[in-house]
């Protein structure tokens, strides 16, 4: 048959992309590590405020009341825009938590692992900002619709 109609071009085949780079990856990594930890901080908050005011539990309410409530579903919601790839809501989510650790160094209460978690908040603040320049560089890349065809 190809006798008689003549040699017809192939059609061109999708083009399949390469594994993404180690760097990449390890960018993936920390940013659903970040938006985890902003999800459990924000989850804790609600949990131990609401039982803390609730069932009236003067240990708990030491640290937790209803303002914890309320910034537990703030970060809630921050860590869900996180997650969908949002570098505004994690800028917002380190200040929020930057605030509240200014807040406890303020008051006399000095936690290394606090510094330590904004530490690890803003390197994922860079990872974000990794992926979505590679997002971006993705987006730009011409595709298969939009290369010519052979006739």
Not at 27 to 55: M, P
Not at 105 to 134: D, E, K, V, W
Request: with cysteine.
């Amino acid at each position: 048959m190809c006798a008689v109609t003549g040699a017809v071009a192939p059609a061109q085949q999708p083009q399949v992309r390469s594994a993404l780079p180690a760097e990449i990856q390890k960018a993936q990594k920390r940013v659903r590590h970040a938006w985890q930890f902003i999800a459990f901080i924000g989850a804790l908050s609600v949990v131990a405020g609401t039982v803390a005011e609730l069932a009236n539990v003067d240990l708990l309410q030491n640290y937790f009341d209803w303002y914890s409530v309320a910034e537990g579903a703030i970060f809630l919601v921050l860590a869900y825009f996180v997650r969908r790839g949002s570098l505004i809501a994690l800028g917002i989510a380190i200040g929020l938590y930057a605030l509240d650790t200014a807040a406890l160094l303020a008051t006399g209460h000095f936690g290394i692992i606090r510094i330590l978690i904004l530490l690890f908040l803003l390197r994922s603040l860079g990872s974000a900002n990794l992926l979505r320049q590679h997002r971006k560089a993705l987006a730009q890349q011409p595709t298969a619709q939009d290369q010519p065809r052979a006739a």
